[in-house]
């Protein structure tokens, strides 16, 4: 039985070396999830875009579009003011690798997630949608 991520403990696996968060700002503030989140959520755009095509392709997500799907999603009220766009992408790739990172959400969901809709922004969307919806913190 798959637990949930809220009280999935990582303990002898791969990523224990993974802070435990508090909240959901703690989560989107931090730059090094951010960071990796990067090439997480590229990794899952390109493969999106190869199913699509049938051949294999490499693209990155515009941060202006992480950025506007980050605010449909209703999570901008958990960062703090006056942050700007790339700021706002930043905290959607915390997001998404940290859901990763705490079996919240799979590769092969986020991946299906942005076939699922042939809008960018929408499909981001609803997967930080789901993501927020899984994600056990306030």
Sequence with gaps: MRQTCQTLKKTGKAFSHVTTYHSLTEV???RGLA???DAY???V???SLS???LKPLGRK????VLAQALKKA???EYLPSR???HALADAAEALLVYAWLQDCITLEESVAALERSDDTVEGLTQLLTAIRRKVKLF
């Design 61 to 64: 997500v515009k941060g202006t």
């Design 83 to 85: 942050m700007d766009s």
């Design 51 to 53: 199913n699509r095509k």
């Design 74 to 76: 209703g999570l901008r």
């Design 35 to 37: 960071s990796l989140g």
């Design 45 to 47: 755009y390109s493969l």
């Design 28 to 30: 989107l503030t931090d």
């Design 41 to 43: 959520i590229n990794f």
